[in-house]
């Protein structure tokens, strides 16, 4: 099994639009967010149809991320995930 490199948070489609957001990890080991938004809400406050987005983590903090969000996602190791 290989390790994961990108999961797919979100992939909406409508009828008035589309939005998305991946989470990957770049050949450099950091960690990247990339989304896009797209349709008519957009085109109206950003004047384009599509708007494009991108947030890097250096590879440095990862594991500083992951730490927090475990924390923020359990209660304790003898409960479920909080929903």
Do not use: C
């Amino acid at each position: 099994m290989q390790p994961i490199k990108a999961i797919v948070i979100y992939d909406d489609k409508t009828a008035d639009g589309h939005n998305a957001l991946t989470a990957k990890i770049s050949e450099s080991g950091d960690l990247i967010l990339e989304g896009v938004d797209a349709g008519k809400d957009v085109e109206k406050f950003f004047g384009d149809s599509d708007y494009e987005y991108w947030l890097t983590m250096s590879k440095d903090f990862k594991e500083t991320m992951l730490l927090h969000l475990i924390k923020e996602r359990f209660s304790s190791v003898h409960n479920r995930p909080l929903a």
